[in-house]
């Protein structure tokens, strides 16, 4: 019980400015280096020096514990709903993709809850690139054999 405890808290808690300013530079477009970290002008700095060398130079991902927890903690920022599980979690050519199950709509009694499915695209880093919601079901529901 403690394990789960502690589980849920890792996935309630916000970000750090750290990474909301690191997404920031991925989505904003401002950050124009390839793989060597220089920038548009030529000259590199500290902070993409630091940032790709590790990732490139150490040919790391996240593990898939790590990149499962990420998934559920950013997926919660953006639908201000709290995961109740991840259903699959693998590699990509450019990180991972996790599909995560969400608790939508509580009903009486719990079997007839709507839960939804949603397929989250991390990067190497475990940084949410984007997802989508890929199915709802009621709680109750059993996937048809095929």
Same mark, same amino acid.
């Given at each position: 019980?403690a394990?789960?405890? *502690?589980? @849920?808290? %890792?996935?309630? &808690?916000?970000? $750090?400015?750290?990474? #909301?300013?690191?997404? /920031? ?26 940032s790709? *060398?590790? @990732?490139? %130079?150490?040919? &790391?991902?996240? $593990?898939?514990?790590? #990149?499962?927890?990420? /998934?559920?903690?950013?997926l ?30 509580? &009903? ?39």
């Open positions: 019980m394990a789960e405890d *502690d589980e @849920t808290a %890792r996935v309630q &808690r916000p970000t $750090s400015r750290k990474t #909301a300013a690191k997404t /920031a530079r991925k989505t904003s477009g401002v950050k124009t280096a390839g793989k060597s970290g220089e920038s548009r002008d030529g000259s590199r700095t500290s902070e993409d020096t630091t790709q *060398d590790t @990732t490139h %130079r150490a040919g &790391r991902r996240v $593990s898939a514990p790590r #990149a499962m927890r990420r /998934a559920a903690e950013q919660q920022e953006l639908l201000g709903r709290a995961p109740e599980s991840v259903s699959a979690v693998k590699p990509t050519e450019n990180g991972w993709q996790a599909d995560v199950e969400v608790l939508e709509l509580e &009903r009486v009694p719990g079997t007839t809850s709507v839960m939804a499915s949603y397929r989250v695209t991390l990067d190497e880093e475990g940084e949410l690139l984007a997802y989508e919601r890929i199915r709802r079901y009621t709680r109750g529901q059993i996937d048809p054999r095929g």
